[in-house]
């Protein structure tokens, strides 16, 4: 049965990129694809070559503006298809229609935006099975699966994973790293951090996020998932290993810190002079989109954009972009699937805890650090970049996703076992990932620009939904009356 399992779970991996490769040179084309396709090929040629020292660190905005992990990744993809050597960087110029740029020479080669791609695809994939590994860690082994089918699956991860960018291969290593520090803090929670089993998964970690960071900097809200598992370890622990927790913690920093600076040759110079002038661009992009539209200058309104893109549409606040040649509506990506069993997740550890005996209020790591981690991210989102451009909603789909990988699977436990009939429980969640699934990969193979809407608007995805949704709710009609008449005079903990 064990082997069957692991045979099912390799079927699964491999499944899983199906999404991110399937016809990617037929995803549509995004301007900024023009910048990070011919910055990616220059710093590969420039490190490739040991031109660490090279003024161009220094003096070309798109090698100081970001870090360069990404650039690096996506150069390799370019090299590994025979598109290498130095080039000039050149900008997608949106102020001009797209056959103007293309006649101006400011979009690349359709083999080197095919190749270019493939650097975000592998980063997809990458994440999800990160996402997977995390939620085996955190001890909901069931809401793996789920969990990474769900990203797999979501129109807003496979859009930014599908072109040449550094938001996917910055997330990704951020879900590794974060992976590992899990497996780190287990090792040493269990007693095998004398022996040094937790060294290397706590340096790697370091490295991966190093580089995540390296990669772009929202690499690091993937780190909030640990910080509940962490302070829970810290408290149960003894004197030892409570150090050993904490000096695991403080190497992987360093090291998460050492490889970013090793991995930016703009830094070599004057690290803080280089982190500061790449930390000022943001900020003034930051402030210009808040003084083009009132939605930016209220948090609150912020607040509500985010629920709007990324959990579920409102088409509240709106917000219109008036600078391009055309007006553009920035899409909503939320999905009713992963919206759905992110409000199981939720009420589950709300009835959790309500059920349990006076004076006694259990709590779920597992859901405590999902919902943690959502809530921060959507804090530091709200409160630090106003939300405009659909990439910047990303690093709240992983831990989404996982939260509602964790409700669904939390969904499949509620249909009781019914004896008379000798049926036993019906796997909700799996259904309903599946419907997500079907619905995403008719929607393809492009998936900029279209969300919950698009997902549900083919003929193939509707019914996909309709029917998962009706067969949850007539397995949940059927099956709740007889055990809320059997166990109308007690109150049953939530398992």
């Known amino acids: 049965m064990d082997w069957l399992r692991r045979q099912q779970s390799i079927y699964l991996f491999l499944l899983l990129a199906f999404p991110f490769f399937w016809r ?54 370019l090299a590994g298809a025979g598109i290498a050597g130095p080039t000039s960087i050149y900008d997608y110029d949106w102020q001009r229609r797209p056959w103007e740029n293309r006649a101006l020479g400011r979009i690349p080669s359709p083999a080197a935006v095919h190749a270019g791609r ?6 997809g994939w990458v994440g999800c099975l990160a996402l997977w590994g995390l939620a085996r860690e955190l001890g909901v082994v069931a809401a793996g699966p789920l969990g990474a089918t769900l990203l797999a699956s979501h129109p807003l991860w496979l859009a930014n994973a599908r072109r040449a960018g550094l938001d996917a291969p910055a997330l990704a290593l951020g ?35 190093g580089l995540g960071v390296g990669a772009k900097y929202v690499a690091v809200l993937m780190v909030p998932v640990v910080v509940i598992p962490l302070g829970a370890a810290l408290y149960a622990a003894d004197r030892g290993s409570r150090g050993r927790l904490l000096g695991a913690t403080a190497l992987a920093l360093l090291v998460a810190g050492g490889t970013f600076w ?22 003034r992009q930051a402030g210009e989109m808040r003084q083009r539209s009132p939605v930016f200058q209220s948090p609150p309104l912020v607040a509500l954009e985010i629920i709007d893109r990324a959990f579920w549409p409102t088409r509240f606040p709106p917000v219109i972009d008036l600078t391009l040649p055309e007006p553009l509506v920035p899409g909503s990506y939320g999905t ?3 919206a759905l069993g992110a409000l199981a997740a ?46 910047w909603h990303l690093p709240l789909i992983p831990p989404l996703c996982l939260l509602a990988g964790i409700g669904l699977e939390r969904l499949s436990r509620l249909p009781p076992h019914a004896p008379a009939t000798g049926r036993g429980r019906v796997p909700l969640g799996p259904l309903l990932v ?38 949850v709710l007539g397995t949940l009609v059927v ?3 007889g055990r809320t008449q059997r166990h109308r005079r007690q109150r049953v903990p939530v398992p």
């Open 118 to 123: 493939v650097a975000g695809a592998i980063a």
């Open 262 to 283: 090793v991995a930016n040759p703009t830094l070599y110079a004057h690290p803080l002079g280089g982190i500061r002038a790449s930390v000022d661009f943001l900020t």
């Open 24 to 77: 990617l040179d037929a995803e549509e084309f995004h301007g900024d694809e023009s910048h990070w396709i011919s910055s990616g090929q220059q710093v590969f040629y420039l490190l490739t070559t040991g031109r660490l020292t090279d003024p161009q660190w220094r003096e070309e905005f798109y090698l100081y503006s970001q870090p360069q992990v990404g650039k690096l990744l996506v150069g390799a993809a």
């Open 346 to 391: 939720t009420v589950a550890l709300l009835l959790r805890a309500r059920s349990a005996p006076d004076g006694q209020r259990p709590t779920s790591l597992p859901h405590l650090a999902a919902v943690s981690w959502v809530v921060a991210v959507a804090l530091v989102l709200t409160l630090s970049v106003p939300i405009w451009w659909e990439r």
């Open 434 to 471: 599946g419907a997500q699934c079907v619905s995403a990969l008719a929607l393809g193979p492009s998936y900029l620009g279209n969300g919950f809407g698009a997902l549900i608007n083919t003929p193939v995805g509707a019914l996909a939904h309709l029917l998962a949704l009706t067969f």
């Open 175 to 209: 879900l590794v790293a974060a992976w590992l520090a899990l497996r780190a803090l287990s090792r040493i929670s269990h007693g095998d951090g004398a022996r040094g089993a937790a060294l290397r998964p706590a340096l790697l970690a370091g490295v991966t996020l």
């Open 479 to 481: 099956h709740y009356p």
């Open 336 to 338: 009713p699937v992963v």
